[in-house]
């Protein structure tokens, strides 16, 4: 067994096709458990926050910083489930399954309902009751519209076998069509780490949010290219460039986790615009016609 990969090691000696054997399915699995745990758990903390905050503590709410912790973790979680089905040649369309399934609710269900709980619902009750009624309502429909959006950014996925962003790339890198829902969930989370996870009560900025969660949903419903790191391996040599960037991510993250995940949650969220605006400049750079010269005349 030394010196075998970690594939080599799961091979079902009695298998003819060297199919893994059948506890090697389980690994990915428990991944994809592990990150609709932590949605469950998401969307509790949600109810024991609005609870926290019903009784008259606007303050910082633990349980919106659990909540949002939790979607943080899962969205790490899910990163590896599929890594590890990879790694360990598991793949399978129960897996795949299992794990829209789980996205849709850790990344859909559990930041819609942060997103309107934190975000709107306390902001409401100082209005007048017109207004309080107006945006309570364009919250439903905020959070919703990002939970609709985000199930049919994952049923694309599901059914695109080779997808091609509507600005396509360099052919040797992978590329993800429209915003991935773990991104968009983890800069709800963002934000209401970065904000002390004390709920909103002011009409405008409560505004603002939904305007923003609405945004998310466009972005993720897109065609727009957003970068894929999934042609990183852990099981390939690396750059020392790779391994000190990484470890100044970890130390930024331990030192000032609440503005470094923001921005870098935001920073992601922003890449998409940012390509997709570049490439129609370069674009129209490209068609315009030269200016004319001005013509010399003799005599």
């Known amino acids: 067994m030394k010196g075998l990969s970690l594939r080599e090691r799961l091979i079902d000696p009695r298998s003819p096709d060297r199919r893994p054997r059948r506890a090697a399915y389980i690994l990915p699995t428990l991944f994809t458990s592990g990150n609709v745990f932590l949605g469950f758990v998401a969307i509790l903390q949600c109810f024991e926050g609005a609870l926290l905050a019903q009784s008259g503590n606007f303050g910082p709410n633990d349980h919106f910083a659990l909540a949002a912790k939790s979607i943080g973790f899962a969205v790490f979680f899910d990163g590896l489930d599929g890594r590890i089905a990879r790694m360990t040649n598991t793949v399978s369309d129960f897996g795949r399954e299992m794990d829209s399934l789980a996205d849709v609710i850790t990344f859909g269900i559990a930041p819609a309902i942060l997103a309107f709980v934190w975000g709107v619902q306390f902001a409401a009750p100082l209005q007048s009751p017109d207004i309080a009624s107006h945006l309570i309502r364009f919250g439903y429909f905020a959070a919703f519209f990002y939970l609709i959006c985000g199930a049919a950014r994952l049923a694309r996925f599901n059914v695109q076998t080779n997808p091609k962003p509507k600005n396509p790339g360099r052919p040797d890198r992978k590329y993800f069509v429209g915003m991935p829902i773990p991104a968009a969930a983890a800069f709800v989370a963002a934000v209401v780490f970065f904000l002390d996870s004390?709920?909103?009560?002011?009409?405008?900025?409560?505004?603002?949010?939904?305007?923003?969660?609405?945004?998310?949903?466009l972005l993720m419903v897109s065609t727009w290219r957003y970068p894929s790191f999934k042609q990183l391996s852990v099981s390939k040599p690396r750059s020392p460039l790779v391994f000190i960037v990484l470890a100044s991510i970890i130390f930024l993250i331990s030192g000032w986790p609440h503005v470094v995940l923001l921005l870098m949650s935001l920073t992601y969220a922003l890449s998409?615009?940012?390509?997709?605006?570049?490439?129609?400049?370069?674009?129209?750079?490209?068609?315009?016609?030269?200016?004319?010269?001005?013509?010399?005349?003799?005599?």
Not at 198 to 217: F, K
Not at 283 to 289: D, G
């Open 198 to 217: 004390a709920p909103l009560r002011d009409l405008t900025v409560s505004i603002t949010w939904l305007a923003a969660v609405g945004i998310l949903g």
């Open 272 to 299: 998409g615009i940012v390509i997709r605006v570049s490439g129609i400049i370069r674009r129209r750079i490209r068609k315009a016609p030269p200016a004319a010269q001005p013509e010399h005349q003799v005599g």
